[in-house]
């Protein structure tokens, strides 16, 4: 099976520009979490969905900030406009169900100039 | 207090060593427990799930101790190849994992 596929693996931009992540998730898995992983605050969760519903965002920093699973089968992560201080690695990760362990996206390392 | 708190070490130990290491939980309601590790620049990946009775997958060890909140990871036998950064992972009540900043290992020669 195809594990979790994140694009792009690397993003450099300036600031103010949009940002788009994108992730597909393991055929079948029907959670969909989005991280953030930086030195001085490690793993984040900032937003979740189940079938495609976004449930908790409260991880979300702020309004610049937005995602959408339109369909079973692809998520994104959207920035605009982006700041330097949103420089992290971001994760895509999925689980069959609840109680399963979830499985992580090689991840976006995004820097914002 | 932060959900989970491990100690960030880095435990450096040569090869053939046994290395453990602790992590503990806040919530009291947690369900599930796993420890995933991570390497550098790679993304985390689920190493072994944690029960209650204690489970082991070859030279890894896991232990829950629910009275006291904490969970444990032994290695026996170390190899290079275990040098990485081990994640605890704690589900508290919902479908959200908690993680904690990570422990460091390194196994020299």
């Known amino acids: 099976d195809a594990g979790v596929i994140q694009s792009p693996r690397h993003e450099v931009t300036e600031m103010g520009q949009e940002v788009t992540l994108r992730c597909k998730p393991i055929?079948?898995?029907?959670?969909l979490f989005w991280y953030r992983q930086t030195m001085m605050r490690g793993l984040e969760l900032l937003i979740y969905?189940?079938?495609?519903?976004?449930?908790?965002d409260s991880g979300m920093p702020e309004d610049r900030f937005s995602a959408k699973m339109p369909n079973a089968s692809f998520s994104t992560l959207k920035i605009q406009p982006s700041e330097p201080r949103d420089s992290a690695v971001y994760f895509c990760a999925t689980s069959r169900d609840s109680n399963q362990p979830q499985h992580f996206g090689d991840g976006t390392r995004l820097s914002i100039l | 207090r932060k959900e989970v708190e491990q100690d960030p070490g880095p435990f450096n130990v040569p090869e053939g060593a046994t290395v453990a290491f602790n992590c503990t939980y806040s919530?009291?309601?947690?369900?599930?427990f796993f420890w995933y590790r991570q390497d550098c620049r790679k993304e985390p990946k689920l190493l072994m799930s944690v029960y209650s009775s204690g489970n082991e997958d070859g030279r890894f060890t896991a232990q829950l101790n629910r009275a006291s909140q904490y969970i444990s990871l032994l290695i026996r036998d170390s190899k290079l190849s275990d040098s990485a950064t081990y994640l605890c992972v704690v589900r508290p009540n919902d479908y959200k994992l908690s993680f904690g900043a990570g422990t460091t290992v390194t196994v020299r020669a």
């Open positions: 055929s079948g898995h029907d959670y």
């Open positions: 919530n009291s309601a947690s369900q599930s």
């Open positions: 969905f189940n079938n495609n519903v976004p449930i908790d």
